[in-house]
């Protein structure tokens, strides 16, 4: 069904029915629920927050029996997910940039031989910078991203030239 024929049906619905079609929606599909749960109570801190827990936990987990799994993935999931849901641009940045820095914290405390890490850092980070632009709040996450590109270069990670042509796009 096209979006046209949805309208075209949807004008074609009394209000209650409408009412009716969105309440079954809202029951049916998690998305829908996260959706409009979201609309009418943000609660941004929060889920920041958790966000960032959920990622350090990756690097860092909680317990000593778990084993850091420095895993992309569940970040991008977040982003991904905050995104869809129309969050604040200076919040899904804000998760942008921890997830690097997290990364960094970890790697400073451990050696990493896996060049999938510093491949996967370097996509976050162009993602992120491209976000900012994009969103046009590159100047107010500067000091970070420099303070990213500084890490880099002090841990000596091995396609530190790689960041350096970010960092020279956005000088």
Known sequence: ???RDLKKYLGELDKEQL???LIELYEKFTAVKEYYDFVFNPK???RLQEAKLKISNEYFPIGKTRKAKMRRSTAQKIIKHFITLGVDPFVTADVMLYTIEIAQTFS???SIKQEAFYKSMH???DQAVQFLIANGILSEFKRRINAI??????QKWKNSSDFLLIM????
């Open 1 to 3: 069904m096209s979006k």
């Open 19 to 21: 009412q009716e079609q």
């Open 44 to 46: 941004e801190e929060k």
């Open 108 to 110: 400073a405390e451990n």
């Open 123 to 125: 996509n976050s980070f």
């Open 149 to 154: 590109y500084d890490e880099i270069l002090q």
């Open 168 to 171: 020279e796009r956005i000088s």
